[in-house]
């Protein structure tokens, strides 16, 4: 894994952007991470909170959406500003650490033609007692839709040292700017359970997609913010909008990645994420 020293020149095609919502300490938190090793780059930041934030910072855009706009839409507000060649997608919870190198990502994306390339994302402890047991988030896989089945693959497409091929990533990527604008960017009626979707479409848009083990950033719960009903109440609609992109694509039957299968009405109530 790549180490680096403290603030690294950002590259110049690259832009951060980051949606938040009710969870100020945390976005601050991951803003000031950010800046610990990229100073200057430019970051885009949406908040449809009650309160949005109000960082003061020469290099970041605010975008103070309406209360509760949703996810996609923040988003796609956001895309629709970037002129880089990239941008990078992040969800506020996500902290650079000295390995989130975004040169490499850069690298290897044009490198191999990646149109999304995500790294290693680690869930640190939310505990005192698990203090320094960080792990891996894994959210790497294919996907496949056909007659209504929808069905998520553990593996690859390919593999190599630097990178490996999938369908779906993390929140945490690479895109090319140009490509997501062309596939539409997120799902807008989605205010929050828009990734499956996201990535399906990207796929059936043709774009490469994988990740890379040579980079990695921290995922950083904070109780305080995560647990308030200031938040959950909202992230628990998932079901609400599960169904519509289950229904959007007419989606009888999901197969999960241990191979068990459940019908698109139960799979739509689950409680997880």
Known sequence: MISFQKMQPAPENVTIIIKTFQRPK?????????RQFYPTIPI?????SRNPVDIKDPNLRLYRLPFDTGISKGRNLMLADVETEYFVLMDDDHYFTR??????LVDIATTYEFDCLSCWVFNCPIYKRDFLRKQLANFYMNIELSNGIFHYISGAHH???DHIVCDLIPNFFLARTAKIKAIG???ESLKVAEHSEFFLRAKQHGLKVGYTPLVSVDHKTLKSERFSTSYADFRARIPEFRKIWIEKYNIRKIIKRDGS???AEDYIVESNW
Do not use: M, N, P
Not at 44 to 48: E, P, W
């Open 26 to 34: 945390t976005v601050a938190g991951a803003i000031a991470k950010i």
């Open 44 to 48: 885009f930041l949406a908040d449809d």
């Open 99 to 104: 390995q989130t190198s975004l040169k490499t």
């Open 159 to 161: 593999r190599a040292s």
């Open 185 to 187: 960017g997120w799902e």
């Open 261 to 263: 299968s459940v019908s």
